[in-house]
């Protein structure tokens, strides 16, 4: 298995990385939100104003 920072081989002490350094910079990739899964945004309903009349 290869690193997923370097690619070099992974050390098993710190799997699937090489080392450390590796584990710590993916870390903070995760910290900085670098790593995000994209998302559709949800539709929402615009605030009901009382004095209109409904819409279907």
């Given amino acids: ?3 997923p920072i370097c690619r ?3 050390d098993p ?3 699937p ?3 450390k ?3 710590d910079i993916d870390l903070g990739r995760w910290l900085t939100g670098a790593y995000a899964i994209p998302a559709e945004e949800e539709d929402t309903p615009a605030p009901t104003d ?3 009349p409904r819409r279907h």
């Fill in 1 to 3: 298995m290869t690193c």
């Fill in 8 to 10: 070099k081989e992974s």
């Fill in 13 to 15: 002490q710190y799997r």
């Fill in 17 to 19: 990385f090489c080392s």
């Fill in 21 to 23: 350094r590796c584990a």
């Fill in 50 to 52: 009382p004095t209109q």
